[in-house]
C-alpha cells in the first residue's frame, strides 16, 4: 500500500539495476519517488500508478496554493528587506512543488522490482503488465 508520509529505507543498488537505470533514464531520485509514492506489489516492488500520481500532485497543490495565500499576506505588508527574503523563499518553494509534480507525472507507470533489500531493475510498464502487477495485488 502506498503511503507518502513513511519514509523507506535506502535501496541498495545492483550492477544490474544501475544499467537499467541509466539506459531507460532514470535516477536515484527516480527510484526513491516510485518507492515513496507508489503501490507496493507483494514479491515483486513498487509501481507508480495514475491513482497514486494524482493523490501526490493533489497534496502538492494544496501546499502550492498555501504558498500562494502566504505569498499574498505578505505583498500586502511593508517592502521591508526580510519580506523579500522571505517572499523569495516562498516563490522558491512553489517552483520545487511544481517541479515535483512535472516529475511525478513523467514517472507514472513506471515500476521498480525490489528483492531483499536491493533494487534489480526498473523499467516502464506496459498496461498489460500493469494490469497484471495491480491484479495481484
Not at 2 to 25: D, F, G
Amino acid at each position: 500500500m502506498a503511503n507518502s508520509t513513511k519514509q523507506r529505507p535506502t535501496l541498495l543498488l545492483t550492477r544490474h539495476a544501475r544499467a537499467r537505470m541509466q539506459q531507460r533514464s532514470f535516477s536515484q531520485r527516480d527510484v526513491d519517488a516510485i518507492t515513496r509514492c507508489g503501490t507496493q506489489v507483494p514479491w515483486d516492488g513498487f509501481v507508480l500508478t495514475r491513482k497514486d500520481v494524482a493523490r501526490e500532485t493533489n497534496q502538492l497543490t494544496k501546499r502550492i496554493k498555501e504558498k500562494e495565500r502566504q505569498l499574498v499576506s505578505l505583498s500586502a505588508g511593508k517592502r521591508a528587506p526580510h519580506v523579500r527574503a522571505e517572499w523569495h523563499a516562498v516563490i522558491g518553494s512553489i517552483r520545487d512543488m511544481t517541479a515535483q509534480i512535472q516529475n511525478l507525472r513523467r514517472l507514472e507507470n513506471r515500476k521498480v522490482v525490489v528483492s531483499g533489500g536491493c533494487v534489480i531493475t526498473c523499467y516502464v510498464c506496459s498496461r498489460k503488465e500493469l494490469k497484471r502487477s495491480l491484479r495481484l495485488h
